[in-house]
């Protein structure tokens, strides 16, 4: 299995309910920007959502994002810039961002952006 696409949810004036569906086992692709990554945990433990960078600064690499979600918790991460999460050009998804999840079941999650 492949990292899974996510398409980018619009929040507009008129408002937005967002659809959330549960990750794949090998992570997602998100747009870049401003968007942030909308995670549900109903599981029965927390769950660690790790957004790759792909950012060096003075020849050493920036640090992948990883955010705790606690059980119960819903978590907003964001925003994503894409010098920062994007993927080089030439490469596969070039501009977006690998996200990964430490457990997927019973968590559900949307992409987001103004």
Same mark, same amino acid.
């Given at each position: ?17 967002? $659809? ?34 792909? $950012? $060096? ?41 690998? &996200?990964?999840?430490?457990?997927? &079941?019973?968590?559900?999650? $949307?992409?987001?952006?103004?």
């Amino acid at each position: 299995m492949a990292r899974a696409s996510q398409a980018t949810q619009q929040i507009t004036r008129d408002g937005l309910a967002p $659809a959330l569906t549960e990750p794949t086992v090998d992570g997602d692709v998100v747009d870049c920007g401003r968007v942030v990554l909308m995670v549900v945990n109903g599981s029965a433990g927390p769950v660690t959502v790790t957004v790759e960078s792909t $950012a $060096a600064q003075d020849g050493l690499d920036v640090e992948d994002l990883a955010v705790p979600v606690p059980v119960g918790a819903t978590v907003l991460i964001g925003p994503l810039p894409g010098r920062t999460f994007g993927r080089p050009a030439g490469a596969p998804d070039a501009g977006r961002a690998y &996200v990964s999840y430490s457990a997927v &079941v019973g968590v559900d999650r $949307a992409v987001l952006a103004l």
